[in-house]
Nanobody, 124 residues
Framework: QLQVADSGGGFVQSGGSLRLTCATS????????VGWYRQAPGKEREFVAT???????EYADAVKGRFTISRDIGRKTVYLQMNDLKPEDTALYYC??????????????????WGQGTQVSVSS
């Protein structure tokens, strides 16, 4: 089993950067896939990025080239570095994890463990 806790959100101006952190605990992190999702007011939750235990990654088209997902196996932590932030990146960001799949996972329903969310607000 895994527990996840996301943090690192904040308020930044357009063009700024933030780094989100997904801290996990549990014995299966080493073989887990972790993803980041976001949900803006009035919109559906959308996929942002995912990383496997083998460091394979996938990104949503909207964030490619600006966001980077990475993982620190020793710290059982996954990061989402967000650069060149835009007002349209404003959303509640969630970390999610699954230890059932070893490949990249984009479907939210395949994740079993979710953080509480961390707010990212970008002003123009």
């Amino acid at each position: 089993q895994l527990q996840v806790a996301d943090s690192g959100g904040g308020f930044v101006q357009s063009g700024g950067s933030l780094r989100l952190t997904c801290a996990t605990s549990g014995e299966t992190f080493h073989r887990s896939t972790v993803g980041w999702y976001r949900q803006a007011p009035g919109k559906e939750r959308e996929f942002v990025a995912t990383i496997t235990h083998a460091q394979m990654t996938e990104y949503a088209d909207a964030v490619k080239g600006r966001f980077t997902i990475s993982r620190d196996i020793g710290r059982k932590t996954v990061y989402l570095q967000m650069n060149d932030l835009k007002p349209e990146d404003t959303a509640l960001y969630y970390c999610a994890a699954t230890d059932k799949y070893t490949y990249t996972v984009k479907l939210a329903r395949l994740y079993d463990y979710w953080g509480q969310g961390t707010q990212v607000s970008v002003s123009s």
